[in-house]
């Protein structure tokens, strides 16, 4: 889930121990790199605040460069940055696959499980930032989408319900430079409820 609203850093929501993800690498993830971006969001959210309410900058707006345009541009980092994050964390601490309506969507769309792990691991192997299961709903279905970066790659009207986070920080104390051998402990340590949950209520929402 997003942040909440008081924008603060949400805690893990599982012990820091997992199968091939070890506590120093969750130690640096989720207490140094997602509390910054927490805070980070905060920042930058006060500045346009700030600046909204005095009118200052506001003239001096520029599309090649101006305060106004980079405040704006950290702005979608950053709270990508929070929000990816969260989707990532509150999907670990599990060991199971998805039962119920999530595993037939799944399996109605790719052909089989086993093709949509496949599917959803090959996409992070070859994107450099996230891959993200969702629903879609210009299309009113699920759909796998690969990001380069937090503000990269998304797709207005899409909701996240399984996000995998495949840059180098997440993997490479564990695993070096596999990232395969990563993806796969991943896979051991899910946790679908949130994202089930998340599926049940937004199937069939459509913005069409």
């Not at 640096?28 to 790199?33: A, Q, S």
């Not at 929070?82 to 998805?98: D, R, S």
Request: proline share 2%; charged share 25%.
């Amino acid at each position: 889930m997003p942040s909440s609203a008081d924008d603060q850093a949400r805690p893990l929501p599982f012990s820091k121990e997992l199968d091939g993800i070890s506590k120093k690498t969750i130690d640096i993830h989720h207490d140094k790199l997602y509390v910054g971006y927490v805070n980070k969001m905060k920042e930058v959210g006060q500045k346009i605040k700030e600046m909204a309410a005095a009118g200052t900058g506001l003239d001096a707006a520029n599309q090649t460069y101006s305060d106004l345009r980079a405040l704006r541009n950290g702005e979608t980092f950053a709270v990508n940055g929070v929000y990816l994050h969260e989707y990532y964390f509150e999907a670990l601490g599990g060991a199971g696959e998805p039962a119920g309506a999530l595993r037939d969507a799944i399996v109605e769309k790719f052909g089989s499980w086993e093709k949509f792990v496949a599917m959803f691991s090959a996409t992070g192997m070859a994107v450099r930032g996230w891959v993200v299961l969702c629903w879609d709903a210009q299309l009113g279905r699920l759909k796998l989408y690969g990001c380069d970066a937090h503000d990269q790659g998304g797709v207005w009207g899409c909701i996240p319900l399984l996000v995998l986070d495949v840059y180098e920080h997440a993997y490479f104390i564990d695993h070096g430079s596999d990232r395969k051998a990563y993806i796969q402990a991943w896979w051991k340590n899910l946790d679908w409820k949130a994202a089930t949950e998340r599926f049940n209520n937004v199937k069939g929402l459509s913005a069409r």
